[in-house]
């Protein structure tokens, strides 16, 4: 049992603090009378004054810098109010606002959170480890990024810190992980992005990134470590470009407790609002034609989920593969090509397959959209602005219930904006974005549009894998969870309603996703054998919600 903290060391660890909120008798007991003012605050009342404070902020820049600020200072706090106001500061603890808190970390920095795992300090990566705060000794989600491929905003070097700390904070906010148990990381390998180089200001190594031989040994050494100080610890990669992404999840997801939610979150959460989408429409996934314009590692991730949801449906694998169209920078996805990795080449289509077309060059997005029945359009390209009106208006004249989403981050990046989408088909598409954007207004009416937000599914992995004792993230596990959040879809019951819950709603569809999440892993033989009713007892046994207590 750890010695209980007294005096400063109490009053100033954000983790186990109450600040105004000590009562006296707790002030006399923990040497704290005479450091705080004389009146005793509720966490009620402490809530309701941080959220005062976070409005007179106008900017969202600035109201990170506030949550981020009382969350150093007090993390149950911190928690409460977003719990209390989740709809309105998600965005700011997340996308969008994230991105902007990337961009300019090095500007905006003010005391550590986490670990720096810089490449100069290779030989000490078990050190840097152990340096990892004393609240923090044991540790149920690490979340990991190389700040290489930050949301649609490319290389942001040691800036990408902002992603783990945003991300753990979701998890903890919706999913109900410890905070004292969460650990966000970057791995420091430098940066090719030329602006961070040249600034003074940059607090990261000021170094080109590191050849492949070396990042992935050093990658290597970082897994080995972690999987030796923390051994049952949750792994999260996040934003990595898709170059290193694919072979770091091959390489460990069958050592070690991991995923990547690039890849595999974006794609559960994507069929989910499908799954959605698809009963509104009335007609089941394996009946579209679906095109993905981006071929990156969050694209081809969620067409492997599409592919096993319509496998699951009925179909065999050559006939998926048949009614799946990926468009990269390039053109369409064709076998004929050279540049393709290997999960891209699962979905490129046979050369001859546009032969008829008269085309001078590669098949474009509009090309495929003017020739195949298409009923499904997925974006993950950050092109701007790439759904244009000419290729919208062609695809909703040829399906009765266009299924639209455009889901590349950050908001700037988007293929298109949902009010343009409505326009285009005159309120008949069925909308799923990536960041958040403004409701629709038609006919005088506001609908919410959904937001493919991760946070819809890894939280809920978490609090799954911690609650189980899971010592694997498999394939049918992220399924599963798409599954269960699909089936939560409020469209299911009014059509004119979004794809998916509402924020307010989501910690609660997290405790029941955990629920089938534990449920397969017992079934998958990579969690202890339970129960129905056991699991959803070790749910919330350590579901950790913000409350002080007792001391």
Same mark, same amino acid.
Request: hydrophobic share 45%.
């Given at each position: 049992m750890a010695e209980q903290k007294t005096g400063q060391a109490l009053l100033f660890d954000a983790l186990t603090t109450k600040g105004t909120a000590f009562t006296h008798a707790e002030r006399r007991k923990y040497g704290l009378l005479g450091l705080l003012p004389t009146a005793e605050k509720t966490l009620e009342e402490q809530a309701e004054h941080s959220w005062h404070e976070f409005s007179t902020r106008r900017e969202g820049l600035d109201q990170h810098i506030y949550l981020r600020a009382l969350q150093d200072r007090n993390e149950t706090l911190f928690y409460r109010v977003l719990r209390d106001h989740i709809a309105e500061t998600m965005p700011i603890v997340y996308t969008p606002t994230v991105g902007e808190a990337c961009q300019r970390f090095s500007e905006i920095y003010r005391r550590p959170r986490g670990l720096f795992v810089s490449y100069p300090d290779r030989e000490c990566i078990r050190e840097v480890l152990r340096n990892r705060p004393t609240g923090r000794r044991d540790v149920d989600v690490i979340v990991v990024t190389d700040g290489q491929r930050i949301l649609g905003l490319g290389d942001q070097g040691i800036g990408g810190m902002g992603i783990p700390i945003g991300k753990l904070s979701l998890y903890t906010l919706i999913g109900g992980i410890n905070p004292a148990r969460t650990l966000p990381i970057v791995l420091d390998v430098g940066t090719d992005n030329v602006e961070l180089l040249e600034d003074p200001q940059y607090l990261g190594w000021r170094h080109r990134r590191i050849s492949d031989d070396e990042y992935y040994a050093f990658i290597d050494e970082f897994v080995t470590a972690v999987h030796e100080e923390l051994p049952d610890v949750l792994l999260q990669w996040e934003d990595f470009a898709t170059a290193h992404a694919e072979p770091i999840l091959e390489r460990y997801r069958d050592k070690l407790l991991t995923f990547n939610d690039d890849i595999q979150g974006t794609a559960a959460v994507a069929l989910g609002a499908l799954h959605g989408a698809a009963n509104v429409a009335g007609r089941p996934l394996s009946q579209q034609q679906v095109v993905m314009l981006g071929a990156g590692s969050a694209g081809i991730g969620v067409l492997n989920m599409v592919k096993r949801e319509m496998v699951a449906q009925g179909l065999s694998e050559a006939e998926v593969l048949s009614r799946i169209w990926v468009v990269d920078v390039v053109g369409l996805l064709t076998d004929d090509r050279t540049d393709l990795s290997e999960g891209q080449r699962v979905f490129a289509k046979p050369a001859g397959v546009v032969g008829?077309? @008269?085309?001078?060059g590669p098949a474009q997005l509009s090309d495929v959209v003017h020739h195949v029945d298409v009923?499904?359009?997925?974006?993950?390209?950050?092109?701007? @602005?790439?759904?244009?009106?000419?290729?919208?208006?062609?695809?909703?004249?040829?399906?009765?219930?266009p299924i639209i989403f455009p889901l590349s981050n950050p908001t700037s990046r988007a293929e298109a904006h949902p009010a343009e989408l409505d326009q285009w088909t005159d309120g008949r598409a069925l909308i799923a974005t990536g960041s958040p954007f403004a409701p629709l207004r038609r006919n005088g009416v506001e609908r919410p549009v959904a937001q493919c937000n991760n946070a819809y599914i890894f939280p809920a992995m978490g609090l799954a894998v911690t609650a189980a004792q899971a010592t694997r993230v498999t394939d049918e596990m992220m399924r599963v969870a798409a599954a269960s959040l699909g089936d939560a879809s409020p469209a299911l019951t009014d059509p004119n309603a979004p794809l998916l819950p509402a924020w307010t709603e989501v910690p609660d569809i997290a405790v029941r996703i955990a629920l089938a999440v534990g449920r397969q892993a017992v079934a998958d033989g990579v969690a202890p054998k339970r129960s129905d009713e056991e699991l959803a007892a070790r749910i919330d046994e350590v579901r950790w919600i913000p409350e002080y207590p007792p001391i």
């Open positions: 008829d077309w @008269g085309l001078s009923g499904v359009l997925l974006g993950l390209s950050t092109a701007t @602005g790439a759904f244009t009106e000419e290729i919208v208006r062609e695809m909703a004249a040829k399906t009765e219930r």
